[in-house]
């Protein structure tokens, strides 16, 4: 009997080894895709294996990219879709966004795209996960009670001054771009009421600040790739392992750290007071020194990274909000007839000043504002990381686990007809609270539910001081070099438009005359 090993054709062990590492290769580009197939859930397509829809996503603007799913599932309350190779459920459904957001908090209480919140600049109020982020939100949030906006307003209408002087250097009708000048206004607001410095850059663009307000920002193809690199579990890990932070730019962050200290051993050096959010967080900071027994005390690193995001936000996303309402206005100018009126009446009730109790009155004014955030929202997407295993509402069984991201539609859900017809006219009418016309859950221009932004009535009261005085002293205009539909830049994370807004303006006497 031969016992002998049988012989194997030749090259058979190299064809079963190549068979296996196709089988393999191909499991491992094209599985991660079948996610939501499998569970019975509707999903969009995917480009390419390995990568799914990543060089779609680069090559797109954010605000096309995020809505994804959304126009091809009309019927659907939900859809698959993924972030690179990561499962992610987009919402479109506005009475599960409302449980999303504020029914089922503690299910989705945090934020995807976080970083180590140990590292510098980092634990704030966007980062912080759970009790941390609690116990910092309830903290922080009396800095932006009435009383203390109204305490800061002041501040406001003194930058404002300093912008319509500056306007005045425009009144001979010349184009210029809107968010340049506008973003100087911010600047100089948010350095005031966030750090007490008058810093003037309304007349000196070249400020510290502004650059490094403008490095961050600015739109670039490293910053986009960046930005989805966050995605990447593996990366993140590796940068927390190494420190190394991909995601920070640590020149500006320094600097900004630096000015903080300064201001805040001079206030003390020299027995000086002023009542900003670098004060009260200060206070804040000393008071936690003073308890041993506070699980999460607001340190100094707190103190620099909340007030690095409250720049952020005053500066960019408010400066891009009054330029697309500036240009909503000069294309629309019935509307802009309109506030100019209400403008013009609740002034001269009040002396001329743009008071805060002024500002209240302005009802049309707050409609022209909430119209241009549904038009052009901040964030174009939110998006809320799965806490604890969480069942779909209304569904059999489909259960995400801990670990999952949802995505919610911004910026499809405000121009979806259904619930706002006529989507891309301006028609700040939609926002009259006699209508009562806005179903929850497809209006969120800051957010929803316990995580809405904190500074929301801040950033609208600072837009609101600042289209009122422009209002009453020049008319905006478009010109020659006026986009219309304006374009955006595919490699800003934000809705930057591309080529920037340009229009004109005239003294509102010579605009009568």
């Known amino acids: 009997m031969d016992t002998s090993s049988p012989i194997l054709p030749p090259y058979a062990v190299e064809c079963v080894l190549g068979l296996v590492s196709v089988a393999l290769l191909y499991y491992f580009a094209y599985s991660p895709f079948n996610y939501w197939k499998k569970r019975g859930v509707a999903q969009i397509d995917v480009q390419y294996p390995f990568i799914g829809n990543a060089l779609k996503t680069f090559l797109t603007p954010i605000h096309i990219s995020r809505q994804w799913g959304y126009k091809e599932f009309p019927n659907e309350r939900f859809v698959g879709t993924y972030d690179n190779r990561k499962p992610t459920l987009l919402i479109r459904d506005p009475d599960l966004i409302e449980s999303v957001l504020i029914k089922d908090f503690s299910h989705l209480s945090d934020r995807t795209n976080r970083d180590d919140p140990n590292a510098k600049m980092a634990k704030n ?29 002041s501040q406001l209408t003194d930058c404002g001054n300093s912008l319509i002087k500056f306007m005045k250097s425009l009144d001979d009708g010349r184009p210029f771009e809107v968010r340049d000048v506008i973003q100087r206004f911010t600047m100089d607001v948010i350095a005031s009421c966030a750090f007490g410095l008058n810093i003037d850059t309304i007349n000196d663009p070249d400020s510290e600040f502004r650059k490094a307000g403008q490095a ?3 739109p670039t193809l490293w910053g986009k790739i960046v930005f989805g690199l966050r995605l990447r579990p593996l990366i993140r890990k590796i940068t927390q392992i190494t420190k190394f932070n991909l995601f920070q730019n640590s020149k500006v962050g320094q600097f900004f750290s630096d000015a903080i200290d300064t201001t805040i051993e001079h206030r003390k050096k020299n027995n000086l007071t002023r009542h900003d959010f670098l004060h009260l967080m200060n206070e804040l900071m000393e008071k936690d020194k003073a308890d041993p027994n506070n699980p999460f ?9 909340n ?3 409250f720049f952020l936000a005053g500066f960019e996303t408010t400066a891009t909000t009054v330029s697309y309402a500036m240009y909503l206005l000069a294309l629309n100018e019935d509307a802009q007839e309109k506030a100019y009126q209400e403008v013009s009446r609740v002034l001269k009730k009040h002396g001329g ?45 489909l259960v995400l686990p801990a670990g999952s991201t949802i995505n919610i539609p911004t910026y499809a859900l405000h121009h979806d007809p259904q619930y706002f017809p006529e989507p891309e006219k301006f028609i700040p009418e939609r926002f009259d609270e006699s209508n009562n016309s806005i179903r929850k859950g497809t209006y969120l221009p800051f957010g929803g539910g ?3 932004c904190i500074g929301a009535r801040f950033a609208k009261m600072e837009a609101a001081v600042c289209l009122a005085m422009l209002i009453q002293n020049d008319h905006i205009a ?4 006026t986009k219309i539909p304006l374009d955006f830049d595919q490699r800003s994370f934000l809705l930057v438009p591309k080529g920037g807004i340009w229009l004109t303006v005239r003294p509102r006497a010579a605009a009568a005359s």
């Open 307 to 309: 007030a690095f995001v």
């Open 125 to 153: 109020l966007l980062n912080l996960t759970g009790d941390q982020w609690k116990h910092y939100r309830n903290k922080l949030t009396p800095t932006f009670s009435t009383g203390k906006l109204k305490g800061m307003h």
């Open 353 to 397: 000043e743009a008071s805060f109790n002024a500002i209240q009155e302005m009802e049309y004014l707050e409609q022209v504002i909430s119209e241009t955030l549904r038009i052009y929202p901040p964030a174009v997407a939110l998006s809320r990381a799965v806490t604890k295993p969480y069942e779909v509402p209304g569904t059999s069984g």
């Open 478 to 481: 478009k010109c020659s070099q």
């Open 450 to 452: 316990p995580r809405i």
């Open 216 to 218: 961050i920002f600015k």
């Open 297 to 305: 005390p607001f340190d100094h690193n707190a103190l620099v990274s």
